[in-house]
T-cell receptor
């Protein structure tokens, strides 16, 4: 049963610490997305990769956030330094295409709490 | 920025009743998708409707799309307690290679 795997599922950290979230997309998918979900803002797009190349990271605070795809089986989202306002659930999703169709498959999310 | 906006924000119904959720969006689209999210879980794709389609069915789900009004509706017929979840519409921006933008969702509660 193919699925998107995210780690960690839960992370509690203190302000100023570095946080790295990892995502293993479904094998064969060529698009990977990072979304952040909060009660106030809903689901916000942070970054988007196609064939490992970043296409859109305009929704991501560049001073502290970075997203990479070291290889086709791993996407990372890093926050350094973390702040309490970064507390949210971060979702990774993968798909075969976007914009011209194609569903996204979501992981179960990484719940981040920054104290 | 939010592309889609769902209405209502919350909906409570009894089992067996139908549930209708609406979505409005701002720009032209290639397709519109609906997703479901159970509490504490990731989103799951329900149905996709293309801009040249007006209605689509999948089991107890019926989706309509009115591109002239930039709106869509999701109808769940004969609802069950297991349908309790949040439902989101998602749209692209009408250009190939753009990401999906999600609305804030409708929280549906079905009581038995």
């Amino acid at each position: 049963d193919a699925r998107v795997t995210q780690t960690p599922r839960d992370k509690v950290t203190e302000m100023g610490q570095e946080v790295t979230m990892r995502c293993q997309p479904i094998l064969g998918h060529n698009t990977v997305f990072w979304y952040r979900q909060t009660m106030m803002q809903g689901l916000e797009l942070l970054a988007y990769f196609r064939n490992r190349a970043p296409l859109d990271d305009s929704g991501m605070p560049k001073d502290r956030f970075s997203a990479e795809m070291p290889d086709a089986t791993l996407a990372t989202l890093k926050i350094q330094p973390s702040e309490p306002r970064d507390s949210a659930v971060y979702f990774c999703a993968s798909g075969l295409e976007s914009g011209v169709g194609g569903e996204l498959f979501f992981g179960e999310g990484s719940r981040l709490t920054v104290l | 920025s939010q592309q889609g906006e769902e209405d209502p924000q919350a909906l409570s119904i009894q089992e067996g009743e139908n549930a209708t959720m609406n979505c409005s969006y701002k720009t032209s689209i290639n397709n519109l998708q609906w997703y479901r999210q159970n509490s504490g879980r990731g989103l799951v794709h329900l149905i996709l409707i293309r801009s040249n389609e007006r209605e689509k069915h999948s089991g107890r789900l019926r989706v309509t799309l009115d591109t002239s009004k930039k709106s869509s509706s999701l109808l769940i017929t004969a609802s069950r307690a297991a349908d309790t979840a949040s439902y989101f519409c998602a749209t692209d921006a009408g250009q190939a290679g753009t990401a999906l933008i999600f609305g804030k969702g409708t929280t549906l509660s079905v009581s038995s």
